[in-house]
């Protein structure tokens, strides 16, 4: 025994600035992981007797969204566009936050009927709809049109949702105090609406078409914070963080190999889909935002949108151009 000792003793001699650096290294990168987890939502809100709708909640930050939510005692509505995908995370969320009563509704957010349907679905089958979270989108997909013409990105991420959320006003004022929750993205920070060209039918880049998407959320939901000053209900935008979802699966196998090997490791670093949905859980049910409306949150906390998110002219005519796109009277 006193021989092995002495040959531990040994080892850690010759290999001590190794093992010093491995163990600094180790200790970072569990403090990296941690900050780029981001903020928690602590509030205890409950919500038996209320009912949410989240688009997009059969995956990734919206499945964490309802399961949190559920678990909180509210009616989920599962608002997604393949049936049996949802269905079977309407199982999982069943089982992991003990509420049963958890429902799914189909909607394709790339076709404007599919939308209208889903809304009138809802006005006429629930006497309630107290938290609507818009989280359904894609990322840098190739250049696709929606049913109805439009490209694909702006299509989904902001018109079908601007028209969905335009559908259900009246039942979420029936239901007051409610919340809209938008999910937005960091990338508005570089975007820009091409009113000269919406669909980008001149000259596609998935990347800037992504950017305007999320630049249009971020704006839809101030234009409509205005609009609803004084009914009630108040609307949230936020930016998730950068999480490990579906949502790359268009760009990434587009990446050269040497990329995609060394993005592997790096996306042990990005957040899980609980912590991306935690923003949008504390957007949907914290205390203290109440009364609050049209501001943008990252981490659980208030941030400020990129000065292109807050021109008041440019949400204007970003709705007028959205309502006469969907045909909203």
């Known amino acids: 025994m006193q021989n092995y000792f ?7 001699a010759e290999h001590a600035t190794g093992i010093v650096v491995a163990t600094v ?10 900050w780029l987890g981001g903020g928690v939502c602590r509030s205890r809100a409950r919500l038996d007797g209320k009912t949410v709708m989240i ?33 079977e995370a309407a199982d999982d969320i069943r089982q992991r936050s003990g509420n049963g009563n958890v429902v799914v509704k189909i909607v394709d957010l790339a076709s404007l009927q599919s939308v209208r349907d889903l809304a009138k679905d809802v006005q006429e089958t629930e006497e309630r709809l107290d938290i609507l979270i818009n989280n359904a989108g894609i990322m840098m997909c190739p250049k696709w049109q929606t ?26 004022k029936k239901s007051t105090p409610s919340r809209i929750v938008n999910v937005s993205s960091l990338a508005h920070e ?46 949230y935008c936020l930016h998730p963080g950068v999480i490990r979802t579906e949502l790359g699966r268009h760009f990434w196998p587009e990446l050269p190999l040497w990329k995609r090997l060394i993005g592997v490791p790096l996306l042990q670093l ?36 990129a000065s ?9 005519r970003l709705w007028d151009l959205s309502a006469s796109m969907v045909g909203l009277n």
């Open 147 to 172: 049913e109805d013409g439009f490209e694909m990105q702006f299509g989904v991420n902001h018109l079908g949702h601007f028209l969905l959320t335009n559908c259900l006003l009246d039942v979420l």
């Open 6 to 12: 002495k040959q531990v003793r040994q080892f850690v």
């Open 308 to 316: 292109q998110g807050r021109d008041d002219a440019a949400a204007k």
């Open 270 to 305: 990005l957040k899980s889909p609980w912590q991306g949905a935690q923003t949008s859980i504390y957007c949907a049910v914290d205390e203290s935002l109440e009364g609050t409306s049209g501001l943008y949150y990252s981490d659980c906390t208030q941030k400020e949108a």
């Open 190 to 235: 570089k975007g820009k609406i091409y009113f000269d060209d919406i669909n980008q039918d001149k000259d596609y880049n998935p990347t800037y078409s992504y950017r305007q998407s999320k630049l249009a959320n971020v704006l839809f939901s101030r234009e409509l914070a205005s609009r609803l000053q004084g009914t009630g209900v108040t609307v």
């Open 25 to 34: 290294a180790g200790v970072g990168l569990v403090a990296l992981r941690r």
């Open 55 to 87: 688009t997009g909640a059969n995956t990734g930050i919206g499945k964490e969204t309802a399961v949190d939510l559920a678990s909180r005692g509210a009616r989920v509505i599962l608002a997604c566009r393949d049936k049996t995908r949802a269905s």
